[in-house]
Structure formats: structure tokens, C-alpha cells
């Protein structure tokens, strides 16, 4: 998970007011590192709607939509339309004409 930038003074007195006081503070920013870097939680909002709440950890690897995904990958992920084909045994991903095998290590995950 990407944490390149160290917090800022200012942030890291937030945080620290926070923990000290066992306050709940409510950050609202556009930046996702800076979301990832400061926050506990993070509510991911589209069009007015919360679509994904949890950790950092959870969102950043477990993005609960499309939306999530590319709104949170860092760089930004390109996201690809396709199916999952299993046949004989072996799984692999298909898109527009184009099959991509997958190794042995995606069974587990997939099965």
C-alpha cells in the first residue's frame, strides 16, 4: 500500500489530538494517499453515496467496486471488462478475443 509522503506537522498534531483525546474527527480530502496515510477509516464517496467503508488496508486491497479500485490505485489501475473461464481443470481470463492463462498460484483464490 503506497505511504510515499510523510504526514504534515499539522496532520500529525490532528492524529495525536485524536488519539489523546479519544475524539473522533471526521478529515475529508481528495487526496487518497493522504487518506491512506492518516486514516483509521476511510468512507469512499461517489455521487453523494458511501460505497465503500473500512481500514485503509481493507479498501486499498479488497476495493469493493470498479470505482474503488481505480479511485484508490496508486498508480491509478486500468481496469479490464472480461469473464473468468474454467475448462479441463484450468482457469483462465478472457476478454475480446483474448485468453490470459492463469498459474497455479490464482487457484486457491478462485476456486
Not at 17 to 23: I, L, M
Not at 93 to 100: A, I, K, L, Y
Request: hydrophobic residues 40%.
Amino acid at each position: 500500500m503506497p505511504r510515499n509522503r510523510a504526514p504534515s506537522t499539522r496532520q500529525l498534531r490532528w492524529t495525536e489530538r485524536a488519539k489523546r483525546t479519544g475524539t473522533t474527527f471526521v478529515y475529508v480530502t481528495h487526496d487518497q494517499e493522504e487518506a491512506l496515510t492518516l486514516a483509521d477509516r476511510i468512507a469512499v464517496i461517489d455521487a453523494g453515496r458511501v460505497v465503500q467503508y473500512g481500514t485503509p488496508e481493507a479498501i486499498f486491497h479488497r476495493p469493493a467496486s470498479p470505482f474503488v479500485a481505480g479511485f484508490m490505485g496508486s498508480p491509478p489501475m486500468n481496469l479490464i471488462s472480461g469473464r473468468l473461464a474454467r475448462e479441463l481443470g484450468e482457469y483462465r481470463f478472457e476478454t475480446d478475443g483474448m485468453r490470459v492463462p492463469l498459474s497455479l498460484d490464482w487457484w486457491p483464490v478462485l476456486s
